[in-house]
């Protein structure tokens, strides 16, 4: 019954924005810290930012930091990724995940928690 769920995601040109989703039914993701990640085809998934439970710091991977940025809204139980300045390499699925074992980010590894279907951007021309 618990499930997080990834929206917004598609097909853009370089140079294009997209915001993507993150929603939850069954849990309220203010009690968490969240991380978006994404996978491109053959390689290893990896961290994109982090927003923290405890103070609503964020950190974001040195190849998003200034086109990226992750946000709430506690009133829609959502956390966003906006992503602007898109390039071919930001192509890939999209995760968000739940962080069980920390109130601020630590780190942009794998988390411990919920994790969504994912959902997938390409940025092509």
């Known amino acids: 019954q618990v499930q997080l769920v990834e929206s917004g995601g598609g097909l853009v040109q370089p140079g294009g924005s997209l915001r993507l989703s993150c929603t939850a039914s069954g849990f309220t993701l203010d009690y968490y810290t969240i991380g978006w990640f994404r996978q491109a085809p053959g390689k290893e998934r990896e961290g994109v930012s982090c927003i923290s439970k405890s103070d609503g710091s964020t950190l974001y991977a040195d190849s998003v930091k200034g086109r990226f940025t992750i946000s709430r809204d506690n009133a829609k139980n959502a956390v966003y990724l906006q992503m602007n300045s898109l390039k071919p390499e930001d192509t890939g699925v999209y995760y968000c995940?739940?962080?069980?074992?920390?109130?601020?980010?630590?780190?942009?590894?794998?988390?411990?928690?919920?994790w969504g279907q994912g959902t997938q951007v390409t940025v092509s021309s």
């Open positions: 995940a739940t962080d069980l074992d920390h109130f601020r980010c630590s780190g942009l590894g794998l988390m411990r928690g919920s």
